[in-house]
């Protein structure tokens, strides 16, 4: 019982965490540039490319890319996002899934951990068997 009712809180934690994670996400979409990039090499296969972009300013910058991305081939072009105060520690591929990364992780795990505390709980009857 303690197990399943601890997974359906962490859960439920999980959750708080994707919904408060849409905020700045949200501002980040907002607030962001998006500005060409290419693909330099790739860190540990097409999913970890290491990005390189031009900023607006005309500083250039190159990042590894992390998260849950499509591959990736070196020389790809790609369009990249970053905040103009902090283009090297903000830049992120422009896809869905690069940019919503956190709140997807956080949702999926946990739905996950919620299903898997409340399969856990123990039966009405406390494992005695009715009889009609």
Known sequence: MFKAVSAILIGIGMLIGAAISVGPTRAFLQTSIVVPGRVVWLNAGGSHPQI????????????????MISSKKVGQRVAVRYLPDAPARSACVDEFTAVWNLTIVLACGGLFTIVCGLSNLPSRNDGRVERQ
């Open 52 to 67: 390189e972009f031009t900023t607006r300013a005309g500083e250039t910058v190159s990042y590894p890319q992390g998260g």
